[in-house]
């Protein structure tokens, strides 16, 4: 998330429309990106809970064919970026006076998706067999090169475009990174194998195709949600971009975004923590232990969540106002982050529960969830009550706690039903079948 912190802090010292454009082709990037991080949530809940039931080696399995996979969609987004962002962005009504910069800035950052397409799949893998500081290696190593590399290229008059390419060379520099990181993982692991449950045998007789299957059953319903998030973020966006011709409503977005993105880095750390917890803990067939930790989790992160949300209710405004001295976008942001207190309480919940429903094998019913509460949240807030009742980026920012505070009451009534129970990948009897296939 810093990468793109960082990006509109030193925009800021170029322009508010250079910030607005940035804010705007990040929306579309970040949210084909989430596909990435989604369908790697697939192969996360894969090698957790085989790791959990002694079966390293169909995590291994399961990572390269993660790594196939999303390296072809990478591939794919990445072209369509790279020579097709004006068209993208002028289909979405972008206000003519960010067009040329947005374009810019997505082609270039856009093509660097196939990069991160992999990342977000080594990265699993590191978590998943207990190595999360080395992903934190790799991303403070990518925003040391983003920062050095934006420095250098705005001193040298490159504008949006350098920022654009210092992130680009940044993505590279982790991908290569987590790439070190897995294969030294690898070799330990092979020096030094998990214990075997007794019971099963070394290496599972499990093929390619239906660790595939598993993959797909937990990444696609995920990849699913994010395209339905993607459509309505889209909607609000282009809503955004049509309330003023200045583009002062999509500058407030893309300001106030990013401090919300801060905000809500403690949920979206103790959902990947609590995820990688769960999937242990389903393969090993522990499932109280999973309700429990889930639980706790939720509380520690609305906690904390709600108390960084109030925190920045105060000092928003004055944050931003280093940023920029623009009093149009100003005035917006002391109740936009009123507001965001609501939503960002919801979206903590929301992610816990999700991302620990995705990983004990119950993605499908967040598809469901989605796809009532994101189109009406979006519906509502930017259209009803944005264009509509003349309430601006209000409504909209009305619509996504809509959103995130329905999800969020609809998953933790899910959770606590424990049907999730049912839907897992991995179950203790299927010793018996191994076994007999061994034997």
């Not at 169909?58 to 962002?85: H, Q």
Request: hydrophobic share 50%; net charge positive.
């Amino acid at each position: 998330m810093a990468v793109g912190v960082v990006d509109t802090i030193m925009l800021s010292t170029v322009s508010d429309q250079a910030v607005a454009a940035s804010g705007t082709a990040n929306t579309y990037l970040y949210l084909v990106s989430m596909i990435f991080t989604i369908m790697s949530t697939g192969a996360l809940a894969v090698m957790t809970q085989y790791i959990g039931a002694k079966h390293p080696e169909v995590a291994e399995r399961a990572k390269t064919i993660g790594l196939l996979f999303n390296f072809g969609c990478g591939l794919l987004f990445s072209v369509l970026f790279a020579f097709g962002s004006n068209t993208i962005l002028v289909f979405l009504n972008t206000s003519q006076a960010i067009t040329a910069d947005a374009a810019v800035y997505m082609s270039i950052v856009g093509a660097a998706l196939v990069f991160l397409s992999m990342t977000n799949i080594y990265s699993s893998y590191l978590r998943s067999f207990g190595h999360p500081k080395l992903t934190l290696i790799g991303s403070a190593a990518a925003n040391i090169v983003n920062i050095i590399l934006n420095a250098a290229f705005l001193a040298a008059g490159l504008g949006i475009k350098g920022v654009a390419l210092a992130t680009l060379t940044a993505r590279i520099v982790n991908l290569v990174l987590s790439i070190i990181f897995a294969e030294r993982i690898k070799r330990k692991r092979i020096e030094k194998p998990l214990e075997t449950r007794p019971g099963f045998p070394e290496v599972p007789m499990i093929g390619n195709t239906k660790i595939f299957r598993q993959i797909l059953k937990i990444g696609l319903p995920s990849a699913v949600e994010v395209i339905v998030f993607n459509l309505s973020i889209s909607f609000m966006v282009k809503c955004l971009n049509q309330m003023d011709p200045e583009g002062i409503a999509i500058g407030v977005y893309s300001y106030c975004n990013q401090i919300c993105n801060l905000i809500y880095c403690v949920a979206v750390s103790l959902s990947q923590a609590n995820g990688i917890i769960v999937g242990w803990r389903v393969g090993e067939g522990r499932f109280e232990a999973c309700y429990r930790e889930t639980m706790k989790a939720v509380k520690y992160g609305i906690a904390v969540t709600a108390l960084a949300a109030v925190l920045s209710a105060f000092a928003g405004k004055t944050l931003l106002g280093i940023l920029t001295d623009n009093q149009l976008i100003l005035g917006f942001v002391s109740m936009i982050m009123i507001i965001n207190i609501v939503k960002e309480i919801g979206r903590a919940g929301n992610y816990i529960i999700s991302m620990a429903l995705r990983t004990s094998g119950d993605a499908a019913i967040t598809v469901i969830m989605g796809l009532v509460t994101m189109p009406l949240g979006a519906f509502l807030g930017s259209y009803v009550l944005g264009i509509k009742y003349g309430m601006g980026v209000y409504g909209a920012w009305i619509g996504m706690t809509l959103d995130e505070g329905l999800r969020c009451l609809w998953m933790y009534a899910r959770f606590r039903s424990r049907k999730w129970m049912s839907k897992v990948l991995v179950h203790a009897q299927e010793a018996d079948t191994y076994n007999s296939v061994v034997q």
